[in-house]
């Protein structure tokens, strides 16, 4: 196991998980988030959460997560997260912060596959006439001057 | 350790006030030097240039500095506070991480006490601000529309930001009720502004704007503040203030980017380190003459710590709406913000309606949320909320309370050894009740906007972390830390500019007033010039 990265046996591990906690889904035209390429990006995307999706990872481990089947895969996952763990926690923000950014995934999603800047985006006005019907009214704030010369 | 050549006045912090007082001050052609503990930003560092932009929020740019865990950054022990402080540390201050969200205290907020039979009254009154509010509107760049019959008149020099599919989608609401609402006031320029660009919709504005379009102090008052002669130093970080044998302000020793120390003689010294960074400065300035911590005489440095409790409360409707392309910030309502005794409690809140998120963020806040299942369901799920989200804050008003303060931690210090701030706080019976009104009210409007799965989060995600009220200002010694113009009661050389010195915090988004404070506090000071001291 290396200090600062999580070893084949851990990323092994992780594919399951990550596999279970956000799986492919062909009608939709989705990979999973085992799916090499984000697998890849989760792993690399760790960082200094390191310690506690190692933690995670552990923890699922150790409730006998590899003999499961599939639907009680996902039981247990939403059993732990649902305890708001910092470890599952962290794992599910690292899972969800790469496979969100995957150009197939944003695709599916009718997004464009790219950073905001600097094309950024567009934004329409809107309905101002809304505002007709709060136009107008008679002010809302106190005036204290008028409040305390009383 | 060095010493350094004396100047006339030492700003310590170049955030949001620093900024403000250096550019006001600069015209006086004082030798005006600036220490700041972080580094400049640069716009290409800013997430939305790249595509982890989302996950960024939770790394290098989130807006708690014990997650962020730069090397610029202190550490908070905030384990007594189910609130979180939000900071940022680096020239522009919180300015570089905040929502851009603009609104001004209200005039009842500034006469609590008079009017309401509560806490405390400034010593100043909002008229007393509200030339420095403009003047500071104008610096900074506001966006708004003006006639809001919710606030008191004001002129924002650009037009508001787009209402947009989500602004309508409230407003349609909010009309259905009969309740106040308005496009909010934002510093994001929505047109070209004094040299910057117009906003782009980049998304989320808190972690910076690569676009420049949001206005932090980094490129509003400090361009023009070194123009005019200011020093801007980075990478200092101020250890402690020294006073002379007169018990006035000799100076500060700090640490520059190589952890030298060094000592900065000065006239004038000039605390702007927010609401947290001020009283830990001040109570790890404690010498033989000031044993409890400078300018602490009234036992008040620390206390009356008000954090802003702001429950956030969303949900989802059918109609596909902005997501997370453009600005959070979008409409704000004034209904509840005023005093009416039969809601059971007195002082009110600011409603905030936001758009919404992008891609990874939607996933990552409504998973916590225990919205958002893991597993075959995520995907139908998932879509039935991403670009579907309304979110309303309830942005309350925080009394002032003795007991909630910050004090030094006696184990935990930053990279330099200097103690790191420890937080004490609890949120009041009145502040709870104003919360739970306010959660309902916002209930109320997301299901006439025809939100369902509706979630609230009190505390735990989205507050806020706004500074305020550890110097309170006041005439009297006994009660208040500085003066009515912002010097210290205790020590007539040293000023604090920042929301330390707020007597109350309002109900609202407080860098608009903490700004327009900090202005009127240089102004005070340059009229006094002559006789500063006495």
Request: charged share 25%; net charge negative.
């Amino acid at each position: 196991m290396g200090n600062d990265s999580l070893s084949a046996a851990e990323i092994d591990a992780l594919r399951e998980i990550a596999g279970t906690m956000v799986p492919a889904d062909a009608a939709l035209g989705v990979p999973g988030a085992d799916d090499p390429a984000i697998l890849a990006d989760i792993v690399k995307s760790i960082g200094r959460d390191l310690p506690l999706v190692r933690k995670a990872l552990a923890e699922i481990a150790a409730r006998s997560f590899g003999s499961l089947d599939r639907d009680k895969r996902e039981a247990l996952i939403n059993d732990m997260y649902a305890s708001r763990g910092a470890p599952i926690v962290a794992l599910g923000r690292v899972v969800l912060g790469a496979y969100y950014r995957d150009d197939r995934v944003l695709l599916a999603l009718k997004q464009e596959a790219r950073a905001p800047f600097p094309k950024g985006y567009t934004l329409e006005q809107g309905d101002w006439a809304l505002l007709d019907a709060v136009r107008g009214r008679p002010p809302l704030w106190r005036d204290d001057r008028r409040e305390l010369a009383k | 350790m060095s010493g350094n050549e004396r100047v006339d006045v030492l700003i310590i912090g170049s955030g949001a006030s620093g900024a403000a007082v250096a550019w006001s001050l600069a015209e006086t052609k004082m030798r005006i030097l600036c220490l700041e503990q972080g580094d400049w930003m640069k716009s290409t560092d800013f997430p939305t240039n790249g595509r982890d932009w989302e996950a960024r929020r939770y790394g290098d740019f989130d807006i708690f500095p014990n997650r962020r865990g730069r090397d610029t950054d202190y550490p908070v022990n905030d384990d007594n506070s189910p609130m979180k402080v939000a900071n940022f540390n680096g020239v522009g201050g919180g300015t570089v991480i905040y929502t851009a969200h603009w609104p001004r205290m209200h005039p009842s907020d500034f006469k609590v006490k008079s009017l309401d039979g509560v806490a405390d009254d400034w010593p100043i009154d909002y008229w007393a601000l509200e030339r420095f509010y403009e003047e500071n509107d104008r610096m900074m760049g506001v966006s708004g529309l003006p006639g809001d019959p919710g606030v008191p008149p004001r002129n924002p020099p650009m037009p508001p930001i787009p209402l947009g599919k989500t602004g309508s989608h409230y407003g349609r609401a909010m009309n259905r009720l009969g309740w106040h609402w308005w496009p909010s006031d934002t510093t994001i320029a929505t047109t070209p502004y004094e040299g910057r660009a117009q906003c782009i919709n980049l998304g989320h504005c808190t972690p910076g704007c690569a676009q420049g379009a949001k206005a932090s102090t980094d490129i509003t008052y400090w361009p023009l503040a070194i123009r005019a002669g200011v020093e801007l130093r980075t990478r200092c970080r101020v250890r402690e203030i020294t006073t002379d044998e007169h018990g006035m302000a000799a100076g500060a020793i700090y640490y520059d980017a190589d952890g030298k120390e060094h000592f900065q003689p000065a006239e004038v010294v000039i605390v702007a380190c927010n609401g947290v960074g001020t009283p830990r400065l001040l109570l790890n300035s404690a010498s033989g003459r000031f044993p409890n911590g400078l300018a602490n005489s009234s036992g008040l440095v620390g206390r009356n710590l008000m954090l802003h409790p702001w429950p956030m409360i969303s949900g989802y409707v059918e109609e596909t709406l902005d997501g997370g392309r453009a600005p959070i910030t979008n409409l704000w309502s004034k209904q509840f913000y005023e005093t009416d005794t039969s809601r059971g409690f007195v002082r009110g809140y600011t409603l905030q309606f936001n758009r919404g998120m992008g891609p990874a963020n939607q996933a990552i806040t409504s998973a916590a949320a225990g919205q958002l299942p893991w597993g075959r369901d995520h995907h139908r799920v998932y879509r039935e909320m991403f670009e579907h989200r309304v979110g309303i804050g309830v942005a309350c008003d925080d009394l002032p309370e003795e007991h909630n303060r910050v004090t030094l931690d006696p184990g935990l210090k930053d990279s330099h050894g200097i103690p790191a701030p420890k937080i004490d706080y609890a949120i009041s019976d009145n502040t709870r009740r104003m919360m739970e009104h306010g959660i309902a009210r916002a209930e109320e409007i997301l299901t006439a906007a025809g939100a369902k799965r509706l979630f609230c989060s009190r505390t735990a995600l989205n507050s806020p972390g706004h500074l305020l009220g550890t110097a309170r200002m006041g005439s009297d010694p006994e009660r208040s830390v500085v003066n009515e113009w912002g010097r210290c009661h205790d020590v007539k050389n040293l000023f604090i500019v920042d929301g330390s010195v707020f007597v109350t915090g309002g109900g609202v988004n407080p860098t608009s007033t903490i700004q327009a404070v900090a202005l009127y506090i240089a102004d005070q000071m340059k009229q006094r010039l002559a006789n500063l001291f006495d």
